[in-house]
């Protein structure tokens, strides 16, 4: 299996980035690392590759899945 990070930045979760946090730490495969970050400015977020090339849209379905969690 690829090994994957999801970089997260905070500021993107509204009120509920603390829950949205935790729910992560619970929910990531094993082969998807977290990446939390405050909201800096220019600093992206988003799921990546090995190399650190991003992948397009599934960073996404994380957050869906916690909405309808």
Not at 15 to 26: H, P, Q, T
Not at 29 to 43: C, D, F, M, Q, Y
Request: glycine share 10%; aromatic share 14%; proline share 1%.
């Amino acid at each position: 299996m690829e090994y994957k990070t999801l970089v997260v930045s905070d500021g993107n979760c509204g009120d509920y980035a603390n829950e949205y946090r935790m729910w992560l730490e619970e929910n990531l495969p094993k082969h998807i690392a977290l990446e939390w970050r405050e909201n800096t400015s220019g600093v992206g977020d988003g799921m990546f590759d090995g190399n650190w090339n991003q992948i397009v849209g599934e960073a996404s379905e994380w957050w869906e899945k916690f909405c309808t969690s």
